[in-house]
């Protein structure tokens, strides 16, 4: 047996290794809790479907100018509006002459790059907050939960309206401002999961060894919360991405000639009746990644959630 755990000889078991009871150090109980959780997630074929979706889209966002049959903003006046199975638009043409597979694969990058900038800022943010209030209790507690009070009172989309209208339209202060909204449910969770933490035995044991709150929100608080702030984050995405498109389709999130998801329905509106395919092919893509995200948020939960008996 080697120092870390992993058998060894020239055929060593991995499996047995990894779905062992008896773990023989940290990292062996890490990777084998990580495979497990891999193991009951690959169960879920529903889970499975969203992240093969998901690993779709970012692939075709890298290799968006391998994978584009053209160059997204190139207009042909003379083939505006093609139908769909064209020569050479499998997916037509939008009012430009515009091909509408590749502005709908370069439009992948600027829904991922929401996403990801989204999921960076509003779940930290919601996590410092969150804890901190659960943690200081008192003044601190109830101011802050007053402000988060105020934010989840208006609609996320008329809020992420009010702030692209003080910071102006652009993608850059779409992402502010959806980030903006999407912060108090986070900070709900973590205080509350912060409030069951604070008072257990093992945050009493580690204040005697002399910590001080940094460390026991940072080292010991936070990564409990961890999990759960993961499992609202995939759920959130899909109404992260309709209010991206929801302001592309305004006019305040990415703006033209950008191939915004949104700002495809938008200009297509305008011939939705005699040429339905302009609109219709980025609210599909919208709808089948809103949806793969559910479907990856769900089979998570059914994973990380204690409650349920996951890992």
Not at 80 to 109: E, V
Not at 126 to 136: D, Q
Not at 224 to 246: E, H, N, P, W, Y
Request: glycine letters at 10%; hydrophobic letters at 50%.
């Amino acid at each position: 047996m080697s120092l870390s755990g992993l058998p060894t000889g020239k055929h060593p078991k991995w499996r047995s290794w990894l779905l062992t009871d008896t773990p023989t150090s940290r990292h062996h109980a890490r990777v084998a809790s990580l495979y497990q959780g891999w193991l009951s997630f690959r169960s879920n074929p529903m889970a499975m479907f969203g992240l093969i979706i998901l690993l779709a889209m970012g692939l075709i966002a890298i290799f968006a100018p391998l994978l584009a049959p053209h160059d997204p903003f190139a207009q042909d006046l003379g083939n505006r509006l093609a139908p769909l199975g064209s020569d050479g638009h499998l997916l037509g043409t939008d009012s430009l002459g515009r091909d509408i597979l590749s502005r709908l694969i370069y439009g992948a990058r600027i829904t991922l790059y929401i996403v990801i900038l989204v999921a960076l800022i509003a779940p930290v943010a919601g996590l410092f907050i969150g804890t901190v209030a659960g943690y200081a209790g008192g003044w601190a507690d109830t101011i802050l939960m007053r402000i988060t009070d105020i934010f989840l009172a208006f609609p996320r989309l008329v809020l992420a309206l009010a702030f692209v209208a003080a910071l102006g339209a652009g993608i850059e202060n779409a992402v502010i401002a959806i980030s903006l909204t999407a912060w108090p449910p986070y900070a709900r969770i973590a205080r509350a999961e912060t409030l069951t933490i604070r008072n257990s035995d093992y945050i009493s044991a580690v204040k005697l060894q002399g910590a001080g709150p940094f460390r026991i929100i940072t080292r010991h608080i936070w990564p409990l919360c961890i999990s759960s702030l993961i499992v609202r984050v995939t759920l959130d995405m899909a109404g992260i991405i309709l209010a991206a498109a929801g302001l592309g389709f305004l006019g305040l999130g990415a703006q033209p000639p950008s191939p915004e998801w949104g700002a495809m329905i938008s200009e297509g509106r305008k011939f939705i009746l005699d040429h339905w395919w302009v609109a219709t092919v980025p609210g599909l893509a919208i709808f089948l990644v809103s949806l793969a995200f559910n479907l990856l948020g769900d089979g998570l939960r059914d994973v990380l959630d204690p409650k349920d008996g996951g890992t």
